[in-house]
């Protein structure tokens, strides 16, 4: 167990004047607090806080964090409260403690909303202060260090969490020695028997590979004192982690990672780097599309070196950085050790500014009120490598590997984003899905008159772009909606002798919206647009009840030809001014009801319904699409696709059958492979009432075990 004193000698190896009777009072509450209490290991319980401290003098950060590590546990563990660390350590120490207690003792519904909330809770107090961030960090780092004593189901559940949201947390801090061993630990628990097969060989290749990084670093010594030059140099064997994510990417074994061995050159001013640089590539030859410079373009952490591939000895790939002394530091301790704080623990605006990416974070986060899709897009924003474009004044914007135009627009501004309806990338014009890649300069064209479109979905790469366009798309689908409910509660209103127009003057719509446990009249409207109450259902109420008056008998007569009599869902649409055509869906996108649809007159066989938004639309003749809408008859089944990503389990297959079955969904068909990361790919053709139904289906379906994607899709994807 690390002492109190191990600690206070870190702090004063990079705080001499360091205020350590502050920490010491603290142990001292701490030890105290936790009097009595163990880990799971057997532990007294103290261990914990005391690692967590320690951990965080190693990062340099400063008194109050330390206080701050030593103290997390106690509102949540003992009968301590944030008022008594207020009055004892002041509100500094107290806030940093409020906000890592809040993340922790949140509860919830279902363990998904729980990792989203608690995420968003954390982000909420990274933003307030970004010490929470860090104390946390320090807190998982143990905490995985332990996790040996945990149950497996829950050790790799911890471990997923940790390698999903803790890693990258770390990356955009540039605690670049936590990131790493984070990443080592989560591996070993998620993927054990890989683990330890790399593992085993590297220790079996450990002499050859210590035999090579000796030489090779006498090699750099040499050539750098032969041009007069100076530096720290040194060599490791890159993390297993690492390896493995190389052996992915690439699709090689063990034996075919050739460049697994990475060396430092550490030396006083950035012109020593560029000069280095070159001898480098003047003795070995560089790998082509390698070479990084992160001194004239710094990652979002602040991160800068320089990066080069390299054929050396023995024709081994190796990597070679090349930093200063102050960019080693950062890269090894992260900003945690150089912030500087207004007082009450905010970022002062010059550090701040380096933090763009989380007042992004919290914009967003209060858009996506689905914890799903949250979750998805907060692990692709944070864990995705960055690429660097420019405006086409200069200024760079950093963005997600492979990101699009329409993610540059979205990042610029959110109305340059709505109003996108083109790109120039280094002066040619593209299409708004081409990756962008390090160093384009994009310009965007905009028009008033274009909107977001759901294609966009298909591609965007930003948590930003993905909740502006979804934002912008629900708004208007809801606008839809309550006018198309209006249409239908009209038109059906003139059948069944009521004055709908009336009704609405007359307030009486508020009444039937209570009744059917709905907020507003919209709310009644959009249901009714949406075909989740049908316009005959609202108007009913209107009627006399049976003992009064008997209610009239109203049939629709629809004068239909042979053919249409043979399709069971033509009478759910209506065509305006038309009424004796056969109507068809279209099986590209099989629309539902409540989707946006549009008629396309085919020659000799009536009209085909599509979705608004189906690719195969845009291809069609314009001046053969008509309007369509929906009648609101929903009591027949309708064909929809779901796709399903899941891990290959047994029983998997017969949990999403009896899913399907309870949310009384018939399976019509379905294909199913296996993916090569070893995953099960499930592609079922169903039958559900309606939109509503669809999603309410999906949204079950994710929540089985083992779920990675659940999407409705078309056969034009």
């Given at each position: ?5 191990e600690?206070?000698d ?14 010491q ?27 967590v ?19 997390h ?22 806030d ?13 519904d ?25 104390v946390?960090?320090?807190?998982r ?14 050790q ?7 390698l ?45 590979g ?7 670093r ?6 750098l004192?032969e ?15 690492s ?15 050739h ?27 560089p790998?082509?599309?390698r ?65 763009s990416w ?43 590997e492979?990101?699009?135009p ?8 959110t ?8 790109a ?17 300069t994009v310009?965007?064209?905009?028009d ?15 948590a ?52 059917f ?132 389990v ?13 949310e ?42 083992g779920m ?10």
């Open positions: 167990m690390i002492r109190i004193q600690i206070l870190k702090v004063t190896e990079s705080r001499p004047n360091a205020d350590v009777a502050l920490i009072k603290a142990y001292v509450f701490s030890a105290a607090a936790h009097a009595g209490q163990t880990r799971l290991s057997g532990e007294p319980y103290l261990s914990h806080p005391l690692s401290a320690y951990k965080l003098a190693e990062l340099r950060m400063d008194e109050a964090t330390i206080c701050a590590g030593l103290l546990d106690t509102v949540e563990d003992t009968s301590a409260t944030i008022e008594d660390i207020d009055t004892q350590f002041g509100e500094n120490v107290a940093i403690v409020d906000g890592v207690t809040k993340i922790s003792l949140m509860t919830f279902s363990k998904e909303q729980a990792q989203a909330e608690n995420i968003r809770k954390m982000i909420l107090a990274m933003a307030e202060d970004i010490r929470v961030l860090v946390k960090l320090a807190d780092m143990h905490n995985m260090n332990t996790l040996d004593f945990q149950k497996p189901h829950k790799k559940l911890i471990a997923q969490e940790t999903d949201i803790y890693v990258p947390l770390a990356n955009r801090l540039g605690l670049h020695r936590i990131k790493l061993e984070l990443e080592d630990l989560s591996f070993k628990y998620l993927k054990p028997d890989i683990f330890n097969s790399i593992s085993e060989w590297l220790e079996n290749n450990q002499k050859s210590t035999e090579y990084m000796d030489r090779v006498d090699m750099i010594r040499s050539m004192e041009n007069g030059m100076t530096a720290v140099i040194k060599g490791r064997i890159k993390h297993r982690y390896i493995y994510r190389k052996m992915v990417q690439q699709n090689l074994t063990l034996d075919q990672v460049d697994i061995i990475a060396f430092r050159v550490i030396v006083e001013d950035v012109k020593q780097c560029y000069a280095i640089l070159g001898l480098v590539h003047a003795i070995w030859k790998v082509h599309g070479f990084k410079d992160y001194i004239s373009m710094p990652k979002a952490n602040m991160y800068q070196s320089l990066h080069t591939t390299v054929i050396g000895p023995e024709a081994e790939r190796i990597e070679i950085q090349i930093r200063t002394k102050e960019m080693d530091q950062l890269a090894e301790h992260g900003l945690a050790s150089h912030w500087q704080y207004k007082e009450g623990g905010k970022l002062k605006a010059k550090d701040a500014k380096q933090f989380l007042r992004e974070l919290v914009d967003w986060q209060k858009m996506e009120s689905d914890s799903h899709e949250f979750m998805r897009s907060l692990k692709y924003d944070l864990f995705k490598d960055e690429v660097y474009v420019f405006t086409p004044k200069g200024t760079v914007v950093e963005l997600p492979d990101a699009s329409v993610d540059f627009a979205y990042s610029i501004h109305e340059v984003g709505n109003h996108c309806s083109g120039k990338v280094n002066g040619k014009l593209v299409p708004l899905h081409t990756p962008l890649k390090n160093g384009d310009e965007i064209i905009t008033t008159n274009r909107h977001p479109s759901r294609d966009w979905l298909k591609f965007v790469k930003t930003k772009a993905r909740t502006r366009i979804g934002h912008f798309i629900r708004t208007e689908e809801r606008t839809r909606s309550i006018s198309l409910g209006k249409e239908m509660l009209e038109k059906q209103g003139r059948r069944m002798g009521i004055n709908f127009t009336k009704v609405m003057k007359e307030g009486l719509l508020e009444i039937i919206a209570e009744d446990s709905l907020k507003t009249v919209e709310d009644l409207l959009s249901h009714v647009g949406y075909a989740r109450i049908t316009a005959q259902k609202v108007l009913r109420k209107l009627m006399p009840k049976p003992e009064e008056q008997p209610e009239p008998q109203v049939e629709e007569v629809r004068p239909q030809d042979a053919a249409a009599k043979k399709n069971k869902h033509a009478e759910s649409i209506s065509i305006r001014g038309v009424d004796d055509v056969l109507v068809r869906f279209a099986k590209c996108c099989n629309p539902l009801p409540g989707d946006p649809i549009v008629g396309f007159i085919s020659r000799g066989r009536g009209v085909t319904v599509h979705t608004s938004d189906c690719v195969n639309v845009q291809n069609l003749e314009a001046e053969r699409l008509i309007p369509v809408f929906w009648d609101g008859q929903v009591d027949k089944p309708y064909p929809a696709r779901i796709r399903i990503i899941s891990k290959n047994v029983g998997g297959l017969s949990r999403v059958s009896t899913m399907l079955a309870s009384n969904v018939n399976i019509d068909s379905g294909t199913f492979h296996s993916t090569v990361d070893g995953n099960s790919e499930i592609e079922l053709t169903v039958e559900v009432r309606d939109v509503a139904h669809l999603y309410h289906t999906i949204d079950r379906l994710r929540t089985l075990p990675i994607e659940v999407s409705r899709f078309s056969s034009s994807e």
